[in-house]
């Protein structure tokens, strides 16, 4: 069973820029074969993708994030990032990372629904 953690979330001013992390328990030993996601939620609202990241490296974005959002992972440390820059008050909401095994991640991040295994969200809050 996969364990994830994540943190890093807080409060910014527009413009700001904050790093996400999001880290695997240490039992995971097929964390290289999974592909991983982030996903915002805002209240009453479902889970929307930010970005996406498989296990050869492939990455997928959001639109809205493009060009300032970066999705990484160390499979050493066994840590997903998403790096945002330019954040804009639109941008808050709560942030929860995924995981899977066998997730394709091609142009378009991944489904909610595909990934099996999620952390307990960050909440992320930009003011104007």
């Known amino acids: 069973q996969v364990q994830l953690v994540e943190s890093g979330g807080g409060s910014v001013q527009a413009g700001g820029s904050l790093r996400l992390s999001c880290a695997a328990s240490?039992?995971?030993?097929?964390?290289?074969?999974?592909?991983w996601g982030w996903f915002r939620q805002a209240p009453g609202s479902g889970r929307v993708g930010v970005a996406a990241?498989?296990?050869?490296?492939?990455?997928a974005y959001a639109d809205s994030v493009k060009g300032r959002f970066t999705i990484s992972r160390d499979n050493a440390k066994k840590i997903l990032y998403l790096e945002m820059n330019s954040l804009q008050p639109d941008d808050t909401d709560v942030y929860y990372c995924?995981?899977?095994?066998?997730?394709?991640?091609?142009?378009?991040?991944?489904?909610?629904?595909?990934?099996?295994?999620w952390g307990q969200g960050t909440q992320v809050t930009v003011s104007s």
């Open positions: 990241i498989d296990s050869d490296g492939t990455t």
């Open positions: 995924a995981a899977d095994e066998f997730v394709a991640v091609t142009t378009h991040v991944p489904d909610p629904g595909i990934f099996g295994y």
């Open positions: 240490a039992y995971t030993y097929t964390y290289d074969t999974y592909s």
